[in-house]
């Protein structure tokens, strides 16, 4: 069963830029899509940005043109560059499989505070 443990929230500023980090244990990261979710105070959690194995990328509506998924096989990584963050961006982010049902088992999340 794949783990996720992510990194890299933060305490920012309004139009800050964060990188978020998601490590994937398994060997068989590779063969998966993966996505980044979020889930905000009192709301469903929900999908942001998913890369696919052969690098296909899909985004939200609110946060296309401001952040960009990225993956490094090598590393069973996948990141998050989060750029001109908004209030509303305020969440804890999640890493999952992307582009299909998301497994079971979630990691602990990152919490990310965009406020001044």
């Known amino acids: 069963q794949v783990q996720f443990v992510e990194s890299g929230g933060g305490l920012v500023q309004p139009g800050g830029s964060l990188r978020l980090s998601c490590a994937a244990s398994?060997?068989?990261?590779?063969?998966?899509?993966m996505g980044w979710y979020r889930q905000a105070p009192g709301k469903q959690r929900e999908l942001v940005a998913s890369?696919?194995?052969?690098?296909?990328?899909n985004y939200a509506d609110s946060v296309k043109g401001r952040f960009t998924i990225s993956r490094d096989n090598a590393k069973n990584t996948v990141y998050l560059q989060m750029n001109s963050l908004k209030p509303e961006d305020t969440a804890v982010y999640y890493c999952?499989?992307?582009?299909?049902?998301?497994?079971?088992?979630w990691g602990q999340g990152t919490q990310v505070t965009v406020n001044s």
């Open positions: 890369i696919g194995t052969s690098g296909i990328r």
């Open positions: 999952n499989r992307g582009f299909a049902r998301p497994f079971g088992n």
């Open positions: 398994g060997s068989i990261f590779s063969q998966y899509a």
